[in-house]
């Protein structure tokens, strides 16, 4: 069974510190894309990566960087945190040229930064 | 850019009642359609998907729903619902090969006893 799994189910973080969200799917896809939730909002895209080391701005992707080194694993950067970014984090993959796929989302990070 | 609309942000049930979540896209280009359900503290799973052919899709855990091209509409609609189908629904919009799913709101679905 395919399958994306993200580091953390529940983080706690200062604001101020520079936090890590760690993505990795067993899947081989080509594209990942992380996004963040908020109640009202939907799912709301950060960043996306079509290929290893490529990487591309999504709809919000103001404080937030990724990296993307190794095909499996996509990693969302909060350079500084704020109370504004505490929200549920989902990471989703996908074949590449494969709009009709859908995405395969992980179990989501929920942050809270104090 | 296409944009989703929810036109419920919340859909009160009672269990084996029916019930019908709203979908409304704007686009003027053809494109792929998706319903996705996220129970408490979980990711998002695929409900279902309408990609071409016949309007009317059939999904997992007895949901389906319908395209309609004039009306730009892709409604979900389950003949009798569990209480275990208490969760979140989100409509999406992919458009050709652009590479993004654009999502709606959200709507939270309570079914009660």
């Known amino acids: 069974d395919v399958k994306v799994t993200q580091s953390s189910r529940y983080l706690v973080k200062r604001t101020g510190e520079k936090v890590f969200l760690e993505c990795v799917q067993d899947?081989?896809?080509?594209?990942m894309f992380w996004y963040r939730q908020d109640p009202g909002l939907g799912l709301r895209l950060i960043y996306f990566?079509?290929?290893?080391?490529?990487?591309e701005k999504g709809d919000i992707p103001e404080g937030y960087s990724v990296s993307r080194e190794k095909k499996e694993r996509f990693s969302l950067i909060l350079e500084s945190a704020s109370t504004n970014q505490t929200s549920m984090y989902l990471c989703?993959?996908?074949?590449?040229?494969?709009?009709?796929?859908?995405?395969?989302f992980g179990s989501g990070t929920r942050l809270t930064v104090v | 850019a296409q944009s989703v609309t929810q036109l419920d942000s919340q859909v009160p049930v009672f269990e084996e009642a029916p019930v019908e979540l709203r979908c409304n896209y704007s686009?003027?280009?053809?494109?792929?359609l998706f319903w996705y359900v996220q129970y408490p503290n979980q990711g998002l799973q695929l409900l279902l998907k309408?990609?071409?052919?016949?309007?009317l899709v059939k999904g997992i855990n007895g949901f389906e729903a319908e395209f309609n091209k004039s009306q730009t509409s892709f409604h979900l609609r389950k003949p009798s619902v569990h209480i275990s189908d208490t969760a979140e629904y989100f409509c999406a919009v992919s458009r050709g090969n652009d590479y993004k799913l654009s999502f709606g709101a959200g709507t939270t679905v309570t079914v009660r006893a």
């Open positions: 990566s079509y290929d290893v080391k490529m990487k």
């Open positions: 686009s003027s280009v053809s494109v792929y």
């Open positions: 989703a993959s996908r074949p590449t040229g494969r709009a009709n796929y859908g995405y395969t």
């Open positions: 899947m081989d896809h080509e594209n």
């Open positions: 309408y990609l071409s052919g016949s309007t």
